[in-house]
């Protein structure tokens, strides 16, 4: 039996049953897609995941790369993985069709994203980065850079990094040091230091495209002196020969996980030679990077779901054949042992896992449906999915995230002893998943954008918009019986959050920043859980009007299934925001008193 990471069916409901992505093929900008194009990419995917990406999966993670001769030597599959998905359009596949791109929408290319995170998230990120990185040459450089590195970029020749940390910054961004000096010649000399570069060299492609925030020599202080620069490892010279361009590997990390795709440190014109490109205008740096900051985000809450669905499925195969003990209910001593899958707490293990995976990745799909219509629409329409998009991405990207590590536990958890050893893939699950709640943005960096900027911005537009957004898929659960009573409990929710909100937001002025967002960590997760809430009954409505048709048995389990997670989620998960709003409602600012020397001995 093939290898399961990931439902095929689950994705195609969720993109077909519950958003409905073939209207997309309606507007002009998607107009030469359709259904059958969507599920031939989706097939291709899965077969590419299983072929290419799972069967390295093992041997990328023990034997993780190594920096020999100034150069990073990864594992052999990279190279041809790089080649099949440029070559084969998957690294541009959203790319408009004047880059070569497929203009497929950006909901199916998040899709695809997920298949190939869930089959080997080391080798997805060499080119989700690198296609990260073409578009923001594309959105922001000059016609020059984009015909010097984006076809090669998109092509899997080239790869492209996002480079922003320094040793002494972090995710200060204001505090970075590299700086650019202008030549009058058509580049700048850069030096500095960066860290923490996922995929910052290898031998799996002939050249890597950094996309560098540096200071030019005069600009202003704090983020708003940050520029961007494309910085490559080796620059074209004027026949087209790559030179050296004075970017050394000072050292690679050794991982906790995600072993298999390299972390560098980078020391930039250590012999003044090193050139890099102005990126659009001075000292917008910041703002241009944060277009790729944000899609990368999205990324990183789609790698950490697809890990936990890698993780469940192994778990799901394991508890079905795995026989011990008896159920509570014939306990006699001639009862024969039963899978383990039907002992009630093996099922709320597994429950909590599929709620948390269907559940994110619904939320991660609904983000790519307003990118999509930001993308094809205008005026106040456009502006509704632009704000909508802002406001949940903090959470696309820290809910999987800090979620995606309990579930991964739960999946280990299931398999008892056998689950920590190196016989079974969920021990790897648990070190890779654990980067996400760390890179492009802590969690604690989430809650301060979505407390500090995105429920307040435009005098709280975002927030109303996302609350008429669940309110409006509560408004149709009043259609069915069954699920009244859970989308009262969705109400009393949303009611909950918007005195909350009221309560911190009423602090600002009051007591200032720090008191503020002192617990912004903890409203992320509160609003995380009623997002997925939500969420959850949009796919009950949709399994709920399934049911009602005329469908075959293997149609009825999944809806069942659906349901009984969806009830699953709103017993267990969603009565959790009790506590949190406990502690939002109460104004003792004991992390903000509490002084450094408190903490000695």
């Known amino acids: 039996m093939a290898v399961k990471f990931v439902s095929e069916r689950n994705l195609k409901f969720l993109l077909y049953e519950v958003f409905d992505i073939a209207v997309l093929s309606r507007l002009p900008y998607y107009r030469q897609h359709n259904r059958k194009l969507f599920d031939m990419v989706l097939d291709e995917t899965l077969k590419i995941a299983r072929d290419l990406m799972w069967p390295c999966l093992e041997e990328m993670d023990r034997h993780p790369p190594e920096l020999v001769d100034k150069q990073v030597r990864?594992?052999?599959?990279?190279?041809?993985?790089?080649?099949?998905?440029?070559?084969?359009?998957?690294?541009?596949?959203?790319?408009?069709?004047?880059?070569?791109?497929?203009?497929?929408?950006?909901?199916?290319?998040?899709?695809?994203?997920?298949?190939?995170?869930?089959?080997?998230?080391?080798?997805?990120?060499?080119p989700e980065l690198t296609s990260g990185a073409a578009r923001l040459i594309v959105s922001?450089?000059?016609?020059?850079?984009?015909?010097?590195?984006?076809?090669?970029?998109?092509?899997?020749?080239?790869?492209?990094?996002?480079?922003?940390?320094?040793?002494?910054?972090g995710s200060s961004l204001s505090d970075i040091s590299t700086w650019a000096a202008p030549t009058g010649e058509g580049h700048y000399r850069m030096q500095g230091q960066k860290i923490f570069i996922s995929a910052g060299d290898h031998n799996g492609v002939e050249n890597v495209v950094h996309l560098m925030l540096a200071r030019i020599d005069g600009a202003p202080a704090g983020v708003k002196g940050i520029s961007l620069f494309v910085v490559p490892k080796k620059r074209p010279d004027s026949d087209g020969t790559l030179v050296d361009n004075d970017i050394v590997v000072s050292q690679v990390y050794h991982k906790l996980g995600y072993r298999g795709t390299p972390i560098v440190e980078l020391s930039i014109g250590e012999k003044n030679n090193c050139r890099g490109y102005l990126v659009g205008e001075p000292h917008k740096g910041l703002f241009y990077m944060f277009k790729m900051m944000n899609e990368t985000r999205i990324g990183v809450g789609l790698g950490a779901a697809a890990i936990a669905s890698a993780a469940y499925y192994a778990a799901l195969d394991y508890t079905r054949v795995r026989p011990q003990g008896r159920k509570a209910s014939n306990k006699g001593s001639l009862a024969r042992p039963v899978p383990i899958i039907e002992h009630a707490d093996v099922k709320r293990m597994l429950l909590f896992q599929?709620?948390?995976?269907?559940?994110?990745?619904?939320?991660?799909?609904?983000?790519?449906?307003?990118?999509?219509?930001?993308?094809?629409?205008?005026?106040?329409?456009?502006?509704?999915?632009?704000?909508?998009?802002?406001?949940?991405?903090?959470?696309?990207?820290?809910?999987?995230?800090?979620?995606?590590?309990?579930?991964?536990?739960?999946?280990?958890q299931c398999m008892g002893g056998y689950g920590y050893c190196e016989d079974f893939p969920v021990e790897q699950f648990y070190r890779d998943v654990r980067i996400h709640p760390i890179h492009e943005g802590t969690t604690g960096i989430q809650g301060i954008d979505l407390l500090g900027r995105k429920v307040i911005?435009?005098?709280?537009?975002?927030?109303?918009?996302?609350?008429?957004?669940?309110?409006?898929?509560?408004?149709?659960?009043?259609?069915?019986?069954?699920?009244?009573?859970?989308?009262?409990?969705?109400?009393?929710?949303?009611?909950?959050?918007?005195?909350?909100?009221?309560?911190?937001?009423?602090?600002?002025?009051?007591?200032g920043a720090e008191i503020f967002l002192a617990d912004a960590t903890l409203y992320l997760e509160f609003f995380g859980i009623v997002a997925i809430a939500w969420q959850w009954l949009l796919q009950a409505l949709t399994a709920k009007r399934a049911l009602n048709g005329k469908i075959s048995r293997a149609q009825?389990?999944?809806?069942?299934?659906?349901?009984?997670?969806?009830?699953?989620?709103?017993?267990?998960?969603?009565?959790?925001?009790?506590?949190?709003?406990?502690?939002?409602?109460e104004d003792n600012p004991v992390t903000v008193e509490m002084t450094p020397e408190f903490f000695n001995d």
Request: proline fraction near 4%.
């Open 556 to 585: 009825n389990n999944f809806y069942c299934g659906k349901l009984c997670t969806f009830e699953y989620f709103f017993a267990y998960e969603l009565p959790k925001i009790r506590g949190l709003a406990v502690r939002l409602l």
């Open 74 to 126: 990864v594992h052999s599959a990279v190279k041809p993985i790089m080649r099949e998905l440029g070559q084969g359009g998957w690294i541009g596949a959203s790319f408009p069709t004047e880059f070569d791109g497929e203009q497929l929408p950006i909901s199916v290319a998040s899709a695809c994203h997920f298949i190939f995170f869930a089959a080997n998230y080391s080798a997805g990120v060499y």
């Open 140 to 169: 922001f450089g000059a016609q020059y850079l984009i015909t010097a590195y984006v076809p090669k970029m998109l092509n899997g020749e080239w790869q492209g990094t996002m480079a922003l940390t320094e040793p002494a910054a």
């Open 354 to 412: 599929r709620a948390i995976v269907e559940g994110a990745l619904s939320l991660l799909l609904q983000c790519s449906i307003y990118a999509d219509r930001a993308l094809t629409d205008s005026g106040a329409e456009k502006n509704k999915w632009e704000l909508l998009l802002d406001i949940l991405t903090p959470v696309a990207k820290s809910y999987p995230s800090e979620m995606g590590i309990l579930a991964v536990s739960q999946a280990l």
């Open 457 to 511: 911005m435009q005098d709280g537009q975002a927030y109303r918009y996302f609350l008429a957004e669940a309110r409006g898929t509560n408004a149709s659960s009043k259609d069915f019986d069954a699920l009244c009573a859970n989308g009262q409990r969705l109400e009393e929710a949303l009611a909950l959050i918007e005195q909350v909100t009221c309560h911190l937001t009423a602090k600002l002025p009051k007591q």
